[in-house]
């Protein structure tokens, strides 16, 4: 006979777990978390945020899947958990970012294991990198030799210039399709002309060209910058690997 067909052994009854979040009973501290980074979006756009803050106009390319009104619910929902916050500058044209809380900073690791579990559980799909073959990108930093080494183990065609000077004259010779450039070696001038003669290749050729800035992370005066200066979207410095690759592959999908 069981132990609990005697009364003297019947365990008093197991009640739900609960958690005081919105006066919602929870029955494990999972469902927590899922309702709180569940769905489709969430989690990604949490991992771009993990080391600096982006525009609303930065993550829509650096999830190029998404419709703006998701995005924006998505975003919205983050900041209702106390996982995002934005900030508005005063410029011209204004600027809105979006970045982590402390709260949200205490998700980074898990997001971080979910790109490494993606990369393993996926790495003969490649993840999608296999769309960068023959995509020409113009690297412009003084540290273009080690970008260029990584790019081009995804097929990428890259050319490497360690100043605006040398970039100008690789642009009269080549068409690229993304430029890649540390925002450290541009000054009003010289930014000028090479954006100057981005957007006339752009005319000619008649395509976009996708023009991303490496800034140093935190920066919100550089990130501004960058963004008058036309960039589409940055990287921040040191730059990461899967950062990199993912922004150009999203520019490029």
Not at 193 to 218: D, F, H
Request: proline residues 3%.
């Amino acid at each position: 006979m069981s132990a609990f067909a005697n009364s003297e052994f019947v365990p008093h009854v197991v009640k739900s777990y609960q958690m005081d979040t919105n006066s919602k009973k929870y029955r494990c501290p999972v469902e927590v978390t899922i309702e709180a980074i569940g769905g489709k979006w969430k989690c990604v756009i949490l991992w771009w945020l993990r080391r600096d803050a982006r525009r609303f106009s930065e993550l829509k390319l650096l999830l190029p899947n998404i419709t703006q009104k998701v995005l924006t619910q998505q975003l919205r929902e983050l900041e209702a958990e106390g996982l995002i916050s934005r900030e508005s500058y005063k410029e011209s044209p204004p600027r809105v970012e979006y970045f982590l809380t402390s709260e949200g900073q205490t998700l980074t690791p898990i997001t971080e294991l979910m790109c490494s579990w993606g990369k393993q559980h996926k790495s003969d799909y490649q993840l999608g990198y296999c769309r960068l073959e023959n995509v020409r990108v113009l690297v412009v930093s003084n540290d273009s030799a080690s970008l260029c080494a990584v790019l081009q183990e995804y097929g990428t065609v890259v050319v490497a210039a360690t100043s605006v000077k040398e970039a100008l004259i690789l642009l009269d010779g080549d068409c690229v399709d993304i430029l890649l450039v540390d925002l450290a070696l541009l000054n009003e001038e010289n930014s000028q002309v090479l954006i100057g003669k981005i957007r006339q290749i752009e005319r000619q050729m008649q395509k976009n060209i996708g023009m991303v800035a490496i800034v140093a992370m935190g920066d919100a005066l550089e990130r501004g910058r960058a963004f008058r200066m036309g960039f589409a979207v940055h990287l921040p410095s040191p730059v990461e690997v899967q950062e990199m690759v993912g922004t150009v592959t999203s520019l490029f999908s």
